[in-house]
């Protein structure tokens, strides 16, 4: 299953998606559950199934949580409920205790799961976990999104580039105790002025987490071609290779495009770069993790005026950083 809270807060809260409900609050609720009990049943039958005890099943959740630009309360406010909405928590939660429980302003639902539809204590319904993660979005006073700052970068659907997320997000999955997949991670950038900055600052994050020895086992790109995007269409381009549906059918192949209309933005080389560079085996790249780790300690202690002879004193918050600016050349 991918992103039920997505559909459940979309669709239930915001109206955006099927089935266009708006600010149903409690009903977001119960979809969420009836959907996380189908998961639950869902995996109990395919495991019964013959040979069905070595299949490997997940679920993937988008992790977001929002931040208030500045102190306003309402922004904090929303905040707060649009970030528990997005289920991260109710989520994990669930799949750790068994308790689903939801809330609004208004009103609140809290209900815990019995034996039969949902999961018995100590039992385990995923095999692995898929972290789809783009940003963790800063709200400003008029419920615009942007940058927490003048320097910031930001995608074209307003989300800032914060690759510290993709660290926090793996390490908060890393409490369910099985392996980790990012299943997600991209950005839309049709002039491709940050495709590059996203991918090795967010890359470099990623060989942190493995260092730390959290259990990420692989990662997708989000996405190879540019695609149709819900109820953004083909607006929003997240794509490795640029695509667009009416000009491919009216004009490719001419003015020397390629005849199939995709052309490879200059940014993604980036990711051919690791993908050429980085082993491909889970010992190795481990160990590349670490190699990694000791460059970018070594880089600050450069920074703080230190001798790479001491860059074990460096905090992790540092080095983490560190990580994310010199992956981003920025």
């Known amino acids: 299953m991918n992103e039920p809270t997505c559909f459940a807060f979309v669709g239930y809260i915001c109206g955006i998606w099927a089935p266009g409900k708006f600010l149903r609050l409690t009903e977001a609720g119960t979809v969420l559950c009836n959907l996380?009990?189908?998961?639950c049943a869902v995996y109990r039958a395919l495991k019964k199934l013959p040979g069905g005890s070595g299949a490997c099943i997940g679920l993937v959740h988008q992790h977001i949580?929002?931040?208030?630009?500045?102190n306003w309360w309402h922004i904090r406010a929303m905040c707060k409920w649009m970030t528990f909405w997005f289920g991260t928590n109710v989520v994990l939660d669930?799949?750790?205790?068994?308790?689903?429980?939801?809330?609004?302003?208004?009103?609140?639902?809290?209900?815990?799961?019995?034996?039969?539809?949902?999961?018995?204590?100590?039992?385990?319904?995923?095999?692995?976990?898929g972290v789809n993660y783009y940003s963790r979005p800063v709200v400003h006073w008029n419920f615009a999104m942007g940058a927490s700052s003048a320097n910031e970068r930001v995608t074209d659907t307003n989300f800032r580039l914060h690759p510290?997320?993709?660290?926090?997000?793996?390490?908060?999955?890393?409490?369910?105790?099985?392996?980790?997949?990012?299943?997600?991670?991209?950005?839309?950038?049709?002039?491709?002025?940050?495709?590059?900055h996203f991918i090795r600052s967010h890359y470099s994050m990623l060989l942190k987490a493995i260092h730390d020895g959290f259990?990420?086992?692989?990662?997708?790109?989000?996405?190879?071609m540019d695609n149709i995007e819900w109820h953004e269409g083909f607006r929003v381009k997240f794509g490795?290779?640029?695509?667009?549906?009416?000009?491919?059918?009216?004009?490719?192949?001419?003015?020397?495009?390629?005849?199939?209309?995709?052309?490879?933005?200059?940014?993604?080389?980036?990711?051919?770069?690791?993908?050429?560079?980085?082993?491909?085996d889970l010992q190795s790249i481990r160990s590349y993790a670490a190699a990694h780790h000791h460059q970018d300690s070594n880089a600050a202690a450069a920074k703080c005026g230190n001798t790479p002879g001491v860059k074990q004193q460096l905090s992790l918050t540092a080095v983490a950083v560190v990580g994310g600016s010199d992956g981003g050349g920025g």
């Open 164 to 196: 510290q997320g993709l660290y926090d997000s793996i390490k908060d999955a890393s409490a369910l105790g099985v392996p980790i997949y990012i299943t997600e991670t991209g950005l839309a950038d049709a002039k491709d002025q940050h495709r590059e």
């Open 36 to 39: 996380l009990k189908a998961h």
């Open 240 to 280: 490795l290779y640029r695509w667009d549906p009416e000009y491919a059918a009216h004009h490719a192949g001419s003015n020397g495009r390629p005849p199939h209309g995709l052309e490879l933005r200059k940014g993604a080389l980036a990711l051919k770069e690791v993908h050429t560079t980085w082993p491909d």
């Open 215 to 224: 259990d990420v086992r692989g990662v997708f790109f989000w996405t190879l």
């Open 94 to 129: 669930f799949f750790k205790t068994g308790t689903f429980t939801w809330a609004s302003p208004f009103s609140s639902l809290a209900k815990t799961l019995h034996v039969d539809d949902g999961i018995k204590a100590g039992e385990l319904v995923v095999d692995w976990w």
């Open 65 to 70: 949580m929002f931040e208030p630009r500045d």
